[in-house]
C-alpha cells in the first residue's frame, strides 16, 4: 500500500473532489461531523479552524491507495479500518476526519481528509508530512496483513532481473566501445544498442535522472545499478572528455537538441573526478 499526504486550503475543493459520485465514491470512515454533502463538511472544518488564525493550510490530505489485487477484496468496513489504523499511525488523535473510497478505476483507493486543528485549536505538526505517511501506510500494510510496498518492489525486482542485468550490459558497450563524449552521444548509442534513455525534467526545468526503457519496462537508472544515475553516468563520460565539454560553465548540457540546466552538484561532482583523473595520470597511477 502507499500513502500520499499534504496540507491544503482548498478545503471545499478537496473534498468535493473526494465526493465526486462520477467516481463511484462512497463514505467509508466519518469522525466527529455530522454534514451530508462537502459544503456542510466544509463549514464543519470551519467552525474548529476558526480557533487558530494562525494556520493556513489547515487541512490535511491523504491518498492511500492498496495494491490492484489488495483493492478487489477489501470491502467498506475492512476499508474504514485501513482509514482508521493510518490515522493512529500517524498520531493524529481525536480530530474531525472523513474517507471516500474511489472505485473508478481498477485501482482502488482512499481520500482522507483531516482537521489540521484539533478541538484545543493546536495544529497538527506537519513536518515530513510526504515521507510519515509512506511510513504511516507500510505500518499499516503489514498490520492489516495487505501487501507493501517493499514486498512489490522486492516481487517486481525479482521478475525483472534479467532485464536489468542486459540494460546493465549494453550500458557497458555503449561506454567501451562508442567512447560518448557528453550525454547526447550516450543517449544516441544507447538507442542504437536498442535501450531508450527518457531524461528526467522536474519542474523548475533542470534535469535530475534518466529513465530507461526496454522491452515494455521501464526503470530508473538507480534501479538497474548505482552507478547509473545521472552522476554515475557523467563519471564514466569523464573517460573520453574533459568535464566543460560535458557540461558547460553556465551548467547546463545539450539533450535531445534542447539546452537543460543540471544540478550543480553534477558539475562540481565531475570537475572532482576529472581532478583526480589528472593527479593520478601525473603521478603515473
Request: proline letters at 3%.
Amino acid at each position: 500500500m502507499i500513502g500520499k499526504g499534504k496540507s491544503i486550503s482548498h478545503t471545499r475543493a478537496s473534498m468535493g473532489y473526494g465526493w465526486n459520485q462520477e467516481k463511484n465514491a462512497e463514505v467509508v470512515l466519518r469522525q466527529h461531523l455530522v454534514g451530508e454533502n462537502p459544503e456542510e463538511i466544509t463549514e464543519e472544518f470551519k467552525r474548529i479552524q476558526e480557533l487558530n488564525h494562525n494556520c493556513e493550510r489547515n487541512t490535511l490530505s491523504f491518498v492511500l491507495s492498496p495494491t490492484i489485487n489488495d483493492g478487489k477484496r477489501l470491502k467498506k468496513r475492512e476499508l474504514e479500518r485501513v482509514a482508521k489504523e493510518f490515522m493512529e499511525k500517524m498520531k493524529l488523535g481525536e480530530r474531525q476526519a472523513i474517507a471516500f473510497v474511489h472505485r473508478d478505476k481498477e485501482h482502488t483507493h482512499i481520500h482522507l481528509y483531516v482537521n489540521r486543528i484539533d478541538f484545543k485549536g493546536i495544529a497538527y505538526n506537519d513536518s515530513f508530512i510526504g515521507k510519515r505517511s509512506q511510513q504511516a501506510a507500510e505500518k499499516t500494510a503489514e498490520q492489516l496483513k495487505l501487501t507493501t510496498v517493499k514486498q512489490v518492489q522486492f516481487e517486481r525486482d525479482f521478475q525483472t532481473k534479467d532485464l536489468r542485468n542486459e540494460i546493465k550490459r549494453r550500458h557497458e558497450l555503449t561506454i567501451r566501445h562508442q567512447k560518448p563524449e557528453n550525454y547526447q552521444q550516450y543517449l544516441a548509442g544507447m538507442k542504437a544498442n536498442g535501450v531508450d534513455v527518457i531524461p528526467s525534467i522536474n519542474k523548475q526545468g533542470k534535469l535530475q535522472g534518466f529513465r530507461f526503457e526496454f522491452q515494455g519496462h521501464s526503470f530508473k537508472g538507480s534501479e538497474i545499478h548505482r552507478n547509473m544515475g545521472m552522476a554515475g553516468i557523467g563519471r564514466e563520460l569523464t573517460r573520453y572528455n574533459v568535464p566543460n565539454r560535458i557540461i558547460s560553465p553556465k551548467n547546463t548540457i545539450k539533450l535531445l537538441d534542447k539546452v537543460v540546466p543540471v544540478p550543480q552538484k553534477l558539475a562540481i561532482s565531475l570537475a572532482k573526478k576529472a581532478i583526480k583523473k589528472s593527479i593520478d595520470l601525473g603521478m603515473g597511477i
